[in-house]
């Protein structure tokens, strides 16, 4: 069989089409890599304005929910952490032409089946 190369326009239409898939993802990361710790900036003082208090006596009065919203965010900080972490050290992999594997304790193992 004869296979045809594919016309100019087709490779080109293909070539801006990943071109806009990767802009694209790059301002996705960028949105959460800086977006995320403004939301978080804003919340955590709020959150601890209404929280500081309940956190102090959490045994003695009555449960507001604000405990949990401090546990939340501080949940969310150390998420976005994480995140912010590995994809920095993705692109330097990726930018360098390798791949970058999770140091041991940061990738869940499965069960090894008998």
């Known amino acids: 069989m004869r296979t045809t190369a ?11 089409a990943r071109a806009l898939k990767a802009v694209l993802s790059l301002l996705v990361l960028a949105a959460a890599v800086a977006g995320l710790p ?10 601890w304005a209404v929280a500081h208090d309940d956190l102090a006596h959490l045994l003695d009065r009555q449960d507001t929910g604000a405990v949990f919203l401090m546990l939340l965010v501080a949940v969310g ?4 952490a994480q995140f912010s972490f590995c ?3 993705e692109l330097i992999a990726q930018l ?3 791949t970058w594997h999770a140091p041991r304790g940061w990738v869940p193992h499965s069960t090894p089946r008998p």
């Open 87 to 89: 994809a920095v050290r």
């Open 96 to 98: 360098r032409g390798r």
């Open 77 to 80: 900080w150390i998420g976005w």
């Open 38 to 47: 403004l939301l978080l900036a804003w919340a955590t003082p709020v959150v």
């Open 6 to 16: 594919p016309s100019p326009a087709a490779a080109g239409a293909r070539r801006l």
